[in-house]
Structure formats: C-alpha cells, structure tokens
C-alpha cells in the first residue's frame, strides 16, 4: 500500500493485493523491492531513526488498506484451497485505489533469468548446489 505525499498534498491512495505464485513473477521482477530499504532495515532501530528525513514523524495509519488487502488475500487462498476459482490461470494482482473507488487487475511481469520466479526447476532444491557435481 502507498499514501504518497508532495508538497503537503495527498496523491492517489492505492494498496494492492499480489498474488505470488510459483513462475508467476516476483516482487524482484516487478521492481518492488528496494535494495537501498533493505540494507537501511538491517541496522539498529537507534540507527533507523537517525535516518530518517523527517524525525519523529509519525507514519500514516494504514490499518483499513491493510485489512482490504489482507481479506482479499485470505478470500483468495480459501477458494484456491477449495477448488472455487472461476478461472485457475488468472493470477492478477488487484489494484485498490479508494479514493477514486476503483479496483483494477494488472499482471506481474516475470524475467526468464529470475532464480526465485522463472518458470524452471527452482523449487525444492533446498541446499543442493547447483552445476553438475559428481555424487559419492
């Protein structure tokens, strides 16, 4: 979910419910995740803090586009469960935007060379290397 603000107005509001399913694109791929805000988040709290552009402000309450996205996600994962998906191949990601009350579906986008997502013999591999080794 996302609450952008630029010089003190708020943009479009949106929270998005991804489905990520094996070879069906990743949060890498769909260039989601910041490799800056993962080495800032290995650091001490004190040192997050220290940080921040802004210190002590509070974030925004996220808790109603949380709870929106966290019921799709579980009304999705019941009827995958029980066989009641309409169409097994849609796995859309839903795009909420509350303020404009709209909900659009737009697809992940998936690099054949990713190692988590690509659609090659990736899972379950647990600790095995990789490359031809010679068994004992």
């Not at 630029?6 to 995740?33: K, M, N, S, Y």
């Not at 999705?76 to 009641?84: D, E, T």
């Not at 988590?116 to 490359?131: I, V």
Request: aromatic share 4%; hydrophobic share 35%.
């Amino acid at each position: 979910m996302k609450i952008p603000v630029r010089d003190g107005t708020v943009g479009q509001i949106h929270a998005v419910t991804r489905f990520l399913l094996p070879g069906t694109g990743c949060l890498w791929c769909d260039g989601l995740i910041n490799p800056t805000d993962l080495a800032i988040d290995m650091h001490t709290p004190t040192d997050r803090a220290a940080a921040q552009y802004v210190p002590g402000t509070p974030a925004a309450s996220a808790l109603p586009l949380n709870a929106l996205t966290a019921a799709e996600g579980v009304s999705h994962f019941m009827h995958a469960v029980s066989c009641l998906h309409d169409d097994d191949l849609d796995h859309a990601n839903a795009l909420h935007c509350p303020r404009t009350r709209t909900r659009d579906l737009i697809n992940s986008r998936t690099n054949p060379d990713c190692r988590w997502c690509a659609p090659k013999e990736q899972f379950a591999l647990g600790d095995r290397p990789t490359g031809n080794v010679a068994s004992s």
